[in-house]
């Protein structure tokens, strides 16, 4: 088992996210994308972790997932706000939204 | 290691990553977000299993709880609320594959560049020395992490309770 092997899979995974993340229209997948693209950083930084300092990728790690779990718990309830206000979870509408 | 564990390993990180790739495309292509959140679930477990891989056992089993047994779900159960939503950006689409791969092979050069590679090296460590770690050099971020979980709190409150009429 090599590196390279892990940083392949991150890679791949975040193109994926990536086309998620540009190509759809609804907040929620665009959402959905950028947490695929969060799951390769993650698994990206804990493979070079294990090379260059593994207990500072493991503390790193550890404050990266309990802050995306903060920035999930903002940002769905902003999305069931502009579905309430809007009916809709299309980006392009989130302009019509008042503050 | 052992030949036979050595092979168990790499059995064990092509079907992780399959089951990760797999369901990152059912994430991005499927027509339900519910079916999107609910594989975002499935490339979260999967990560977690290449994250243990690693060594990172700790690591591996806070993604898990956090992440995938609250984050996600709590994903799954707001999308549930939600009607069907609109489609791709058809005249983005091309693009943002191509943006896509060129993000990937970018990724991946980052990583090559560093020099960073080869045989992954075997990784011990003692849960009390990431606590001892926490409390004396990294308790500010610690502070501001509990401080953001707190308010995460406060707003699922203000959230569950709705508008006053």
């Known amino acids: 088992m090599t590196i390279e092997m892990y940083y392949v899979t991150a890679a791949m995974l975040f193109a994926i996210g990536a086309y998620g993340a540009i190509a759809h229209r609804s907040a929620v997948r665009i959402l959905i994308s950028l947490e695929l693209m969060f799951n390769a950083e993650l698994l990206f930084l804990l493979a070079m972790a294990s090379s260059i300092g593994a207990l500072q990728g493991m503390i790193l790690a550890l404050f990266v997932i309990a802050l995306t779990s903060s920035e999930i718990g903002v940002t769905v309830p902003i999305i069931v706000f502009m579905f309430r206000i809007l009916g809709t979870t299309d980006v392009t509408r989130a302009s019509k939204m008042k503050g | ?165």
Do not use: C
């Open chain 2, 1 to 165: 290691m052992s030949p036979s564990n050595s092979v168990l390993e790499e059995f064990a990180y092509l079907a992780l990553s399959l089951i990760a790739l797999g369901s990152g495309l059912v994430a991005v292509s499927t027509e339900q977000a519910v079916y999107a959140a609910v594989a975002l679930g499935f490339t979260g477990t999967s990560v977690a299993g290449l994250i243990a891989l690693l060594g990172y056992g700790y690591v591996a089993a806070f993604h898990l709880l956090v992440y995938v047994g609250a984050t996600v779900t709590f994903m799954v159960f707001s999308v549930v609320m939600m009607r069907q939503e609109p489609r791709l950006m058809r005249s983005l689409a091309t693009v943002s594959v191509l943006n896509a791969v060129l993000l990937g092979l970018v990724f991946y050069m980052i990583a090559v560049s560093t020099g960073i590679g080869g045989v992954l090296p075997s990784i011990n460590i003692d849960l009390g020395r990431v606590a001892k770690e926490f409390i004396d050099d990294y308790w500010f971020p610690l502070l501001l992490v509990v401080a953001s979980l707190a308010t995460i709190m406060i707003e699922g409150i203000v959230v569950a309770r709705g508008e006053k009429k």
